[in-house]
């Protein structure tokens, strides 16, 4: 079974442009959550959508946006991109909103560089 | 706000067995994850405690304290593989994960 695929792998934007990021989570799955990773830390929190729903939010500007379509992927919005935004974005899906045991399952993230 | 800390770099020779330690600070607990993330490569899932203490898979363990807010994986036998970076993720609420920075580890010959 195919895991979680992300598109583009690798992206070059200047500042003050705008990208999309796309994730389609784990068939059967219905959650899918996305993390900002910079070189030498752990994934930081941005979003979580579960049945189309947005139902958590890390501490990141409103100049990030997400959306979950109906067959359960999803795509990452940022506005106004900053040298900052520079970092690897994961996508990850689990079964549910990840009560009990449920993992969640990372895809190969989309390297995002800002020039 | 969420607190996890762990060690930045450990390194241990083939064969022998290493500790990670973790301890986390959290405004909810949910479970403990713990992952392996090889450079330039996802995040992959090794363990998940819940209770209080060891989980057993193989050459990987993972324990649990919740009264002192402590974890520590434990991997045997290492082998050259298992150089990658290893990160500490507590649930703080059913809609997220909380990582620490990662610990990478490095095996030698």
């Known amino acids: 079974d195919a895991g979680v695929t992300q598109s583009p792998t690798h992206l070059i934007k200047t500042r003050g442009q705008h990208v999309t990021l796309r994730c389609s989570p784990i068939s059967g799955h219905k959650s899918v959550s996305w993390y900002q990773q910079v070189l030498g830390q752990g994934p930081q929190f941005i979003f979580q959508?579960?049945?189309?729903?947005?139902?958590g939010r890390g501490n990141f500007p409103d100049r990030f946006s997400a959306r979950q379509f109906p067959n359960y992927s999803s795509e990452l919005n940022v506005n106004a991109l900053l040298l900052g935004d520079s970092a690897l974005y994961l996508c990850a899906s689990s079964a549910n909103t990840g009560g009990s045991n449920q993992p969640q399952h990372f895809g190969d993230g989309t390297r995002l560089s800002i020039l | 706000g969420q607190n996890i800390d762990q060690p930045t770099e450990m390194t241990a020779t083939e064969g022998a067995i290493v500790q990670i330690n973790c301890t986390y600070q959290t405004s909810g607990f949910n479970g403990l994850f713990w992952y392996q993330q090889h450079a330039g490569e996802a995040p992959t899932f090794l363990s998940y405690n819940v209770l209080d203490g060891l989980e057993e898979k193989g050459r990987f363990s993972s324990f649990l304290s919740r009264s002192k807010g402590y974890s520590y994986l434990l991997l045997k036998e290492l082998q050259m593989k298992d150089s990658a970076s290893y990160l500490c993720a507590v649930r703080p609420f059913d809609y997220k994960l909380s990582f620490g920075a990662g610990t990478t580890v490095t095996v030698r010959a």
């Open positions: 959508y579960y049945e189309k729903e947005e139902r």
